[in-house]
């Protein structure tokens, strides 16, 4: 349990946030499918990215600070049980396509939140390839993948999913002859930016890429903020006006930056100065200034854009006056929670009026909240959003179970009060 509450001035910070996490997943993944020792700056801290340091310590890797020393995917060792993913199912799906490859049988596993999440998506586009992949009658873990070679296959993957897009990278990189992966547009394209930096692929359209296979070159990976970690603090700058918040050197994937565009639409001042690249992925600042906001609307493509900062898009709606609302998000249901009746949960226990749609929720603001108890459910983003509620609630906000935001951001509460000190 945590007690969120924010003063009544405005918000004035220029920080930075934990590295990223969705990059780390990758740079740690490609590290220990390189031969030799590949060096990590700036990895994310969260219990997520140690589930994916843990299982691929189980095949023979070696992560020691920054720097990851591993003999190749030919050289990892068949685990000698099932591979726990933790809470990630980000580690488990990527590792699935990762070991789709090997000459022996893998076994992935996870909490029993992971244990409830949808993995038979991953059949199909592996199974292009050859890989043999078994999931549960459900189509829910444990998956099992590996022991036969794969071959190079067009790829259509049905939904816009980075997840599965790179699980299949990372399997047809070990395979015989080129892949072309295309699905829906919306999918953040990290690992196709990544391969192409690194030799191993090329863009083909803003839907297809094409994967050279061959073998993964030990590299240095210098990662940037996590741009989900930081809309939180840009959260809190919008919903207090008169505020400013600047966060440095994060990623600006344009897979990631709908939550930006949700911002400014709502009526919050953004800006974003690009800095740099990491491996061809854009970095850069980010600034956000609050003011008076309005409802919005998200759907389509930017829904799937912003689907990780979608909870926090319930607490724009309570903050303007009049309906926001929020379809086309029918994956909310299959996260950690049911993320769409999660935030209406939320939205509810602090005050606010909130319902459930099919494939979203509505938000019908009346320029605040009361504040209260929120129970998150174990849900790292549910969380992390509740105590962002508290700048909207005069009573401040009770977080049951506020160690969940440990998945993705350890020590939030400490850097919280420490912002408005």
């Known amino acids: 349990m945590a007690i969120f509450r ?21 740079a740690l993944i490609l590290a220990a499918l390189a031969r030799g020792e590949s060096r990590i700056v700036g990895l994310a801290p969260g219990a997520d990215v140690l589930s994916t340091r843990r299982a691929l310590q189980v095949l023979g890797v070696v992560p020691r600070g920054e720097v990851t020393q591993s003999p190749g995917a030919a050289g990892w060792r068949a685990p000698a049980g099932p591979i726990d993913a ?3 199912a980000t580690t488990l799906r990527l590792l699935a396509g990762a070991l789709a490859a090997r000459p022996f049988r893998s076994t992935l596993v996870g909490d029993p939140s992971l244990m409830r ?34 071959h190079g296959a067009d790829v259509a993957v049905p939904m816009a999913s980075a997840q599965v897009r790179t699980a299949v990278a990372l399997a047809a990189l070990q395979a015989e002859g080129p892949t072309t992966i295309t699905s829906p547009p919306g999918f953040r394209d990290h690992t196709e930016r990544w391969l192409e930096s690194l030799g191993l692929g090329h863009r083909l359209s803003d839907v297809a890429f094409a994967v050279v296979p061959g073998p993964v070159p030990a590299a240095t990976y210098d990662l940037p903020g996590d741009l989900s970690s930081a809309a939180y603090l840009l959260t809190a700058a919008a ?19 709908g939550f930006l565009e949700i911002l400014g639409a709502a009526g919050a001042g953004v800006r974003c100065r690009p800095t740099g690249l990491v491996h061809g992925d854009p970095v850069g600042d980010v600034t956000v200034e609050g003011d008076a906001l309005r409802p919005v609307r998200v759907d389509g493509s930017l829904a799937v854009r912003a689907l990780d900062e979608l909870p926090l898009v319930g607490l724009l709606g309570a903050a303007a006056r009049g309906v926001s609302i929020v379809s086309g998000a029918s994956e909310l249901r299959a996260k950690e929670t049911d993320r769409a009746a999660a935030v ?5 226990s602090l005050g606010g009026q909130a319902e ?3 494939d979203g929720f509505m938000v019908t603001g009346g320029g605040g909240l ?25 009573e ?12 993705s951001w350890p020590g939030f509460a400490a850097t919280w009060e420490a912002l408005w000190s």
Do not use: C, W
């Open 239 to 257: 919903l207090r006006p008169g505020s400013k918040v600047t966060v440095r050197r994060v990623t600006l994937n344009p897979g990631r930056t």
């Open 344 to 348: 209406v949960r939320l939205l509810r």
């Open 356 to 358: 459930e749609q099919a």
């Open 117 to 150: 999440r949808p993995m038979a998506r991953l059949v199909g586009p592996l199974g292009a390839l050859g890989a043999r992949v078994e999931v549960a009658a459900d189509g829910r873990p444990p998956v099992t993948v590996g022991g036969s070679a794969l």
């Open 370 to 394: 009361a504040g209260g108890v929120a129970d998150p459910a174990g849900d790292h983003r549910i969380a992390l959003a509740a105590a962002v509620a508290a700048v909207l609630a005069p």
């Open 396 to 407: 401040g906000v009770e977080v049951l179970g506020f160690d969940a935001a440990d998945v």
């Open 6 to 26: 924010a003063p009544p001035g405005p918000l004035y910070a220029d920080t930075r946030v934990p590295g990223d996490k969705s990059l780390s997943h990758r």
């Open 86 to 88: 933790g809470n990630s």
